[in-house]
C-alpha cells in the first residue's frame, strides 16, 4: 500500500503544463488589475466554450456550444445568487453536479464538458461565499460563450469549416432505443444512481462546511466528496487516503513554513511551488497533488486575509467529513446497483448485465 502511495507515473508528470498554468494565473492577475475580474471571467467562459464545443460540422459544434453556454450562463446565475444560503447553495451546487456528471453517459466530449461547467459552478460559489465577485459574474459566461461562437463562426467562414471534419464521438454508455443514450436510461443507469447519491451527499457537505466556516471556503468538504467519490469502492477508498494524508501534510508544512517566515516573499514563493507542483502532480500522483494544492492554498489565503491563517484545523476537519462522505456513499450504491442487478437476473436464472459503472469523472 505505502508503495502505490508514493509511486509517481512519471509518464504523466506535466512540467510544460505546469509552466503554462503559472504563466495563466500572472495573465489572469494583470488582466484583473487592468480590467476587473468581469472580463477575465468572460474571457475563461469564451475559452471554456470553445474547448467544449467538440468536433463535427459546423452546425452540430454550434449546437454543442450553445446547449453549454446556455447550462453554464443558468447555473452561474443560479450560483451567483444563491452563494449566501447553505441550504441554496448546497441545492445549485447537487443539481449542477448531477446533471453534469450524467453527460458522462453520452459522450467522453459532453463528459469534460460538464466537468468543466461543474468546476464554473464551484469558483463562482467560492468566490461570491467570500463577496468578491460583482454582478458581472451573473452574466459572463452568457457573454463569454455567445463571443465563442461568435469567433468560431469568423473562422469557420474564413476557412470555409475545413476546422471541423470529425464526427462527434459516439455515446460511452447507457444507450437507449436506437443506440442513442436518452434521459430516462440514464437517470435509471449504474452511473444515474451514483450521481443522484453523489448529489445528496453534495447538500450535506455544503451545509456542513458553511456550518464550520463562513469566513474561509465552505465547499472544501464538498471539492473533497467530489473529487474521491468514485465509482469503484476499492479506488475511493484508495484515493481517500491519498487525499487525507497529502492534506494533513500539507496542513502541517504549511503552518510550520508561515510560523517560520512570516513575510510576503517567502510566502509567495511558497504559494508559487504549490501550485506548480500541484499542477505537475496531479495525474502522476494524487497525493502528491494535494500536498502541493494544500501549501498553495493555505499561503494564498494568509497573503489575501491580512497575514491570518485561514484555519488549517478546518481544512482538516472538512476534508476527513469529505472522505467519509464519499465512503459511505460509495458503500451505499455498491449496495443498491448489486441489488438491482440481482432483480435484473433473477427472472432470467442469469447473472444480467446493466451499462457498467462509467461515471470515471476527470478526476479518476
Same mark, same amino acid.
Given at each position: 500500500m505505502f508503495r502505490q502511495l508514493v509511486a509517481i507515473d512519471r509518464s504523466k508528470?506535466?512540467?510544460?503544463?505546469? #509552466?503554462?498554468?503559472?504563466? #495563466?494565473?500572472?495573465?489572469?492577475?494583470?488582466?484583473?488589475?487592468l480590467t476587473g475580474v468581469g472580463f477575465v471571467q468572460t474571457s475563461i467562459a469564451a475559452v471554456l466554450v470553445v474547448l467544449t464545443g467538440g468536433k463535427g460540422t459546423l452546425g452540430?459544434?454550434?449546437?454543442?456550444? %450553445?446547449?453549454?453556454?446556455?447550462?453554464?450562463?443558468?447555473?452561474?446565475?443560479?450560483?451567483?445568487?444563491?452563494?449566501?444560503?447553505a441550504w441554496a447553495a448546497a441545492l445549485v451546487l447537487a443539481v449542477a453536479a448531477y446533471l453534469t456528471g450524467l453527460a458522462y453517459g453520452i459522450s467522453r466530449a459532453a463528459g469534460s464538458a460538464g466537468y468543466l461547467l461543474l468546476c464554473w459552478v464551484l469558483v463562482v460559489l467560492i468566490g461570491q461565499s467570500r463577496d468578491e465577485y460583482p454582478g458581472a459574474t451573473s452574466v459572463a459566461f452568457l457573454i463569454g460563450g455567445a463571443i465563442a461562437m461568435a469567433l468560431v463562426g469568423i473562422v469557420a467562414?474564413?476557412?470555409?469549416?475545413?476546422?471541423?471534419? %470529425?464526427?462527434?464521438?459516439?455515446?460511452?454508455?447507457? #444507450?437507449?432505443?436506437?443506440?442513442?443514450?436518452?434521459?430516462?436510461?440514464?437517470?435509471?443507469?449504474d452511473l444515474g444512481i451514483w450521481n443522484l447519491v453523489r448529489a445528496v451527499l453534495i447538500v450535506f457537505a455544503v451545509v456542513i462546511g458553511y456550518s464550520l466556516t463562513t469566513d474561509l471556503d465552505p465547499y472544501w468538504a464538498a471539492i473533497v466528496l467530489l473529487i474521491v467519490f468514485l465509482p469503484d469502492l476499492g479506488k475511493t477508498m484508495f484515493k481517500a487516503i491519498q487525499r487525507g494524508v497529502g492534506t494533513?501534510?500539507?496542513?502541517?508544512?504549511?503552518?510550520?513554513?508561515? #510560523?517560520?517566515?512570516?513575510a510576503d516573499p517567502p510566502m509567495i514563493v511558497v504559494m508559487i511551488i504549490g501550485a506548480f507542483g500541484a499542477v505537475a502532480f496531479y495525474s502522476a500522483n494524487y497525493m502528491i497533488y494535494a500536498f502541493f494544492l494544500t501549501n498553495a492554498v493555505l499561503s494564498y489565503y494568509w497573503l489575501a486575509v491580512d497575514h491570518e491563517m485561514s484555519g488549517p484545523g478546518?481544512?482538516?476537519?472538512?476534508?476527513?467529513?469529505?472522505?467519509a462522505l464519499a465512503i459511505g456513499g460509495v458503500a451505499i450504491v455498491t449496495l443498491i446497483t448489486k441489488?438491482?442487478?440481482?432483480?435484473?437476473?433473477?427472472?432470467?436464472?442469469?447473472?444480467?448485465?446493466?451499462?457498467?459503472?462509467?461515471?470515471?469523472?476527470?478526476?479518476?
Open positions: 508528470l506535466r512540467w510544460g503544463l505546469a #509552466a503554462l498554468a503559472l504563466v #495563466a494565473i500572472v495573465v489572469c492577475v494583470a488582466l484583473e488589475a452540430s459544434r454550434f449546437a454543442y456550444m %450553445a446547449i453549454v453556454t446556455v447550462f453554464g450562463g443558468v447555473l452561474g446565475f443560479l450560483a451567483y445568487v444563491t452563494a449566501e444560503n467562414l474564413v476557412t470555409r469549416g475545413r476546422a471541423f471534419p %470529425a464526427p462527434l464521438e459516439e455515446p460511452v454508455a447507457n #444507450a437507449g432505443a436506437g443506440g442513442k443514450a436518452t434521459f430516462g436510461s440514464l437517470v435509471t443507469s494533513i501534510v500539507g496542513v502541517l508544512t504549511a503552518t510550520g513554513l508561515i #510560523a517560520a517566515f512570516d478546518i481544512r482538516i476537519v472538512d476534508t476527513l467529513i469529505g472522505i441489488r438491482r442487478h440481482a432483480q435484473i437476473a433473477a427472472p432470467h436464472g442469469g447473472t444480467g448485465s446493466t451499462s457498467s459503472q462509467q461515471a470515471t469523472s476527470a478526476d479518476d
